[in-house]
Structure formats: C-alpha cells, structure tokens
C-alpha cells in the first residue's frame, strides 16, 4: 500500500484509460467498478487511518485525552464532512460531462476551479466558528476541563480542512477521469508521514516538545497540507492530466457552475451533516453520562467508520459509474452501475457485520489496555457499543452505497431529506429518550444510532429502485 516509486510514475505504470462504452455487461460492470472502486476506497481507508492513529495515541495518553480528542473531533467533523459534501459536488458533474463528451477539457477545467473556490469560501466561514470550540462545547453542557483541552486540540486541527478539501475536489478531478489511483498513493505515504509526526508531537520524543492531544492536530494539519500538495504536483506533471491546467486562469469566474456546483453541493453538504452531526450529538450525549462512555463510543465509532470506508469508496465509483452512464443517456448502464455497486458494498459489509459480533474485545483492547484499572469501564462499554455496530454495518453499507448511486444522477435533494429524517427526526431524539428516560445509558444512543441508519438506508434504496417512476434516468 506504501509503494516508493515516484508518483508519476507508479500511476502511469498501473493504468490503462478507460473508455466507458454503452450498455457494459454485468461482468464488464463489475470489473469497473472495482478497479474504479479499490484504489479509492484504500485511500478512504488511509484518510480515516490518520483518525484512527488520532484515536489509538490519544488512549495511551488516558481516558481524558481520549474524551477530550473525541469531543474536540466531533466538533471538527461536523465541519469537515459537510465540506467534503461541497467538494464531491464536482464528481458526478464531471463525471456526466466526460459521459457526453470524454474530452471536455475546458468544462472540466472550469467545473474543478469553482470546486476549489466553493470549498475556500466554506472554509473560511468553518475557521470562524471552530474559533470559538471552547465557548461552543461549554454551551452544549461539557466540562469545562474537558471543553477547554478539546478546544486546543481543535485550533490545531482546523487548519488542515483547506488543504483536506482541496485534496478532496482534485481527487474528484482524477477519479471522473477513472485514475483514482495517485490519490491512494499520496495518502498512503502522508498515513507514514501522520504516524511519526504523532510520535514526535504527541509524546516529545527526540527533543521535541510533548504537545499531548494538540500534537495530534498539529500533525494531522501537516498531513493534509502534504496530501494537497503533492496531489497537485502530480495533476501537473501528469501527462493526461496536464493539458487540463485546472489552475490556469484562476481568478476568472465561472458563475453558472459555481451556482450548478451550490445547487448539487449543498443538498450533498447537508445530507452528510445530518449524518455527521447526527453521530457528533451521540458524542456530546455520550458526554453527558461520563468520560467513560464518551471514550467508549469514541472507540466505536472509530471501528465503524473504518469499515464505513468500503462501501464509501463503491458508492464514489457508483457516482462515476452512474455519472458516465447518465451523461451517455444510457440508462441500461445507468441501472448496471448501481445495483452492482449496492451488492459489492453491501456483501462487504455483511462480512464485517460478523466480524464485529464475533471478536468486539479483542478489538478494544487495540485501543485500551486491559491491564489498566481506569480503562475497565470504558473497555466494557465499548464492547457493547461494538455489538451494536455489528448489527447496522448492513444497512450501513445500503444507505452510503444508494446515496452514491443517487448522486451520479445528481439527485441530491431528496436524500438530504431522507437523512434528515433518519437521523435527525428520528435517531436523535430516539437516543435521548432511550438513554435518559428509559435508563439504557450509551446502549440506547447507539440503538437509536441503528434505527435510524436503517430508515435511510430503506429510503435510498428504495428511490434507487424506483428511479424510472420518478424520471430519475440518463
């Protein structure tokens, strides 16, 4: 996962262009999309590896480092999701425009221009509330130690979400162009890059000074900032990918794709913040019952979201897939791509639904140390939570998988709403009531959690499957 040759290099040695050609057999479907879907999901599995780096350093470090990394980093997903939502927006553009006309240069080099300049502007306003986390997390009711740790954790953090979204709208750019694989080896190498910066940062060693939970921040900042950039070098030096020249002309407006961008982005930003924030709300609840069920859930939702990466990458290369279909108007391919890549998300996660259920200590115990007596409480309640886990990785995998399909149609609105319900309508004041009138604690958030990824998952797949009576076709 971790190759050493240049990265022009490697990309060139490993891929053919791929042509998409009308109506692909079902074999010919399932060959493209895992050859689109591998790389990408390996460099989700690399993304989410830097998190999860985060997370088991910040158990050696305590319980409290570990709440307070948690706490700190909902926060800042909560802002870092939607955005990836904003910079996504240019995949199924891009992808449909190459499906009419496969060498649509300056269309798309507009549409990645705008995708840079929509994320800035996202960015910016982002810096401005993540400033304020300490005053945000007291009034949601945490600690003020607590608050206060988290707070630090999150200005060190908040600068990488420019150079994370950038990274994200030029992976957009190569994988509508079904060259997704210089994006995994970037991320690969910056996952080497995170994991001795966090040895350095977070403990001193070496001489340099031991910065705790804001070490992992600082860390994670320098990561992203790698990822954009040498992504960027490759764009340019790339022999395909250099007569784009995606950042010439800057400064020059493209307002009706800036506005195409808002109008496909947003319903994509807010669906994965109901999401996201749905999750993070779980947190500061979780927050509200003690640090150990905070830490507990921490470390679930760290291993979910692990597996979550899989059917994330499919339903990526079911929106390109989908996106090239729709834009050829070749709705036989339009249907091939999707329900080929639910099966392939879906069958995954039905794997590691058994995984979970089977061996949930042996997997804490990655994070805490079972020797420990101030970790015992939060171990338990981690393996609970995992049980949990286990049992909606299915539904899971539908809803990501069906979103992702819908998206290469650019059918973003009524799955924001969808998500809405689930998990807003829904989960949330389900977990609530369940854990503080019904006294199930952390396991009714997490039931709730369940319950609504089941409802979303039922309402996407089922527009999905509905498409045609809902004129939803290429």
């Not at 909560?78 to 060498?103: E, K, V």
């Not at 549409?111 to 840079?116: D, S, V």
Request: with cysteine; charged share 10%.
């Amino acid at each position: 996962m971790t190759g050493q040759r240049p990265l022009a290099a490697t990309a060139a040695s490993v891929y053919k262009p791929a042509m998409f050609h009308a109506s692909p057999s079902w074999r010919d479907e399932v060959k493209a999309t895992l050859s689109l879907g591998w790389p990408l999901i390996l460099t989700n599995l690399a993304q989410i590896a830097i998190g999860t780096t985060d997370t088991l350093m910040m158990g050696w470090l305590g319980p409290h480092d570990l709440a307070a990394g948690a706490l700190g980093g909902n926060l800042f997903f909560a802002m870092l999701i939607p955005g990836f939502g904003l910079a996504m927006a240019t995949s199924p553009l891009l992808a449909q425009t190459l499906g009419r006309r496969r060498h649509a240069v300056r269309e798309c080099r507009r549409l990645t221009r705008q995708g840079l300049w929509v994320t800035a502007l996202y960015v910016a306003l982002c810096w401005l509330v993540l400033w304020q986390a300490e005053a945000l997390l007291l009034l949601l009711g945490q600690e003020p130690a607590l608050a206060r740790a988290a707070a630090a954790y999150v200005h060190s953090l908040q600068w990488s979400l420019l150079p994370a979204l950038w990274m994200v709208v030029l992976r957009s750019f190569i994988s509508a162009l079904e060259r997704p694989r210089a994006a995994m080896v970037v991320t690969w190498v910056a996952v080497l890059v995170h994991v001795g910066s966090n040895w350095l940062l977070m403990f001193g060693h070496w001489g340099a000074p031991r910065l705790g939970v804001v070490g992992a921040g600082v860390s994670s900042s320098l990561s992203y900032t790698f990822m954009a950039l040498a992504l960027a070098v490759f764009v340019y030096s790339d022999r395909t990918f250099r007569r784009y020249h995606i950042l010439g002309n800057w400064w020059r407006a493209d307002w009706p794709k800036f506005r195409e961008l808002l109008r496909i982005g947003v319903p994509m930003a807010l669906t994965m913040a109901f999401e996201v924030t749905g999750f993070n709300v779980a947190a500061f609840l979780m927050g509200l019952i003690s640090a150990d069920a905070l830490a507990a859930h921490a470390i679930a939702l760290q291993v979910a979201s692990v597996t979550f990466m899989v059917p994330l990458g499919i339903g990526h290369a079911a929106t390109v897939r989908v996106g090239l279909a729709a834009g050829a108007a070749d709705a036989e391919g339009v249907r091939r791509a999707g329900w080929v890549a639910l099966a392939v998300g879906v069958g995954f996660m039905a794997v590691m639904a058994v995984l979970l259920l089977a061996l949930p200590g042996p997997i804490v115990h990655l994070f805490l140390d079972p020797a420990r007596p101030d970790t015992a409480e939060a171990a338990r309640l981690a393996v609970s939570f995992l049980a949990i886990a286990g049992m909606f990785q299915v539904v899971d995998g539908a809803q990501v998988v069906g979103a992702g399909c819908l998206r290469g149609l650019k059918d973003t609105r009524v799955p924001m709403l969808f998500a809405g319900l689930g998990y807003w309508l829904i989960g949330i004041p389900l977990g609530a009531a369940l854990a503080f009138w019904l006294g199930l604690a952390g396991q009714g958030i997490w039931i709730a959690l369940a319950a609504g990824l089941g409802i979303v998952a039922a309402l996407m797949v089922g527009r999905w499957g509905w498409r045609r009576e809902l004129g939803l076709v290429g």
